[in-house]
């Protein structure tokens, strides 16, 4: 695989783990739909204080994958734009257009984030999900994205909890991480759990930014099999999904007879499943970070 981070790896994850791959998964479903509904209590918010109401919103999602989040936000008083390093996904959004009836749908931006090709000031929502701990310089991107808001726009950035909350990623990283070296995560490349809404405050302050309200979301998904863990694991943890299924078969093979014992050990069991059933409770937390341009003068 490509070297971590470079438009080639996010292109080559990306046609390794599918777009229907983040359909059925109950996880990933959770955060976007909390995200979604944030982000319209966020514009609603801005209508009733202002005079915005009559026009139409301009949302960004940057670093947005095969668009799950940017299909979610479309609707006819927004503009949404999809964008990320990597254009295929976005053809993909594109191409879903029939799955979502009249809803309009998302625009694709091929664009580094540090490269946005949009007018400053022109965005009233930028959204951020399950991407800043992925891009190369965090801090260099908020300063990016900070320039595309409009003095009200808002910047929501979501970060997963600390690994002891996040046990769906953590314990199908670990086993991964063993059996395929390619996902040693290189020097200086942050966990997806290293960043907290403090920090994020911290690196935010500089681009002119201030956290303006976070909430919190949490869920458990039930896990019975390698087949059913992998299927949420696969959709909140693209890189290393990707290179579990480009391993050979024989490892992958491997790697899915280990799985059961390890989710034994890690993971409590379900209690509402009868005795002789084997079933886990993967559990999964978060933070959604809402920011907002500090008010000069
Ligand atoms: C973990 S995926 C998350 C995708 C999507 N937000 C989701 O939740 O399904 C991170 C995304 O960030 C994109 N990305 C990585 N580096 C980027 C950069 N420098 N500029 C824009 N997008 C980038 C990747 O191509 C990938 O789609």
Redesign the pocket.
Same mark, same amino acid.
């Given at each position: 695989m490509s070297d971590y %981070?470079t438009r080639d790896h996010?292109d080559e994850?990306?046609d390794a783990v599918a777009d229907t791959d983040?359909q059925s998964a109950i996880a990933?479903n959770a955060v976007v739909g909390h995200m979604v509904a944030l982000v319209n209590a966020t514009l609603n918010a801005r209508t009733a204080a202002t005079s915005h109401g009559a026009r139409r919103a301009v949302l960004l /999602?940057? %670093?947005? %994958?095969?668009g799950?989040?940017a299909r979610a936000l479309a609707g006819p008083d927004r503009l949404v734009i999809a964008?990320?390093?990597?254009a295929a *996904?976005l053809a993909a959004a594109g191409r879903r257009h029939g799955d979502i009836g009249d809803r309009p749908t998302p625009r694709g931006l091929a664009? /580094?984030?540090?490269h946005p090709a949009l007018k400053p000031g022109s965005v009233d929502v930028a959204t951020c999900?399950? %991407?800043l701990w992925?891009? *190369?310089d965090p801090a260099a991107?908020l300063a990016a994205m900070a320039g595309l808001l409009k003095p009200d726009g808002r910047l929501l950035v979501q970060l997963w909890a600390e690994a002891a909350r996040c046990r769906l990623i953590g314990t199908g990283a670990a086993l991964l991480g063993k059996a395929l070296p390619s996902l040693t995560r290189p020097a200086g490349v942050p966990s997806p759990f290293d960043i907290t809404p403090a920090m994020l405050a911290d690196m935010a302050a500089p681009a002119g930014l201030a956290l303006d309200r976070v909430e919190t979301g949490e869920t458990a998904v039930r896990v019975t099999d390698a087949a059913s863990y992998w299927r949420e694991f696969d959709a909140v943890a693209?890189?290393a999904a990707a290179a579990r299924k480009q391993a050979p078969a024989a490892l992958r093979a491997r790697i899915d007879a280990a799985l059961p014992g390890v989710l034994g050990r890690v993971l409590s069991r379900d209690p509402t499943l009868p005795p002789d059933h084997d079933g886990w409770l993967a559990p999964i937390a978060w933070s959604l970070c809402v920011l907002a341009p500090i008010r000069t003068g």
């Open positions: %981070g996010w994850v990306h983040h990933a /999602d940057v %670093g947005a %994958g095969h799950v989040l964008s990320d390093i990597a *996904p664009a /580094d984030v540090l999900l399950r %991407g992925t891009l *190369p991107a693209e890189t």
